[in-house]
């Protein structure tokens, strides 16, 4: 937990994830917030739309480098939030986040 009692989103999901060495990227989803626009799984294998709940869906939220482009796809495809998505890929190792990364100098754009 940051000092503040905050979780940090670059933290979430750390304490079950796979080696950093074997899955480097993962995936934060914010999806409180999807609006079901589907923009995603039409990018991107890892994401399907749920029929019942009329929202998104990744198949895994840790992977490697073969699977890093259509991700980041995926995240830059989200119209949710005015357009700065709800899908971030984040780079495990430095924290950073890839995409959206709305302000363009990789932090991460989580808004919990």
Known sequence: M???DTLDPTEFGEADAPP???KP???IFEANKCIGAGRCAEVSDNWSMDIETGLATPATYFFGEADLE???A???ACPAKKDDG???VIDRETGEEIAPD???DGTVSVDW
């Open 74 to 76: 995926a995240a830059e």
């Open 102 to 104: 709305p302000h363009g």
């Open 25 to 27: 990227y993962k995936i």
């Open 70 to 72: 259509h991700n980041v």
């Open 20 to 22: 950093v060495a074997e």
């Open 2 to 4: 940051a000092e503040d």
């Open 86 to 88: 709800v899908i971030h």
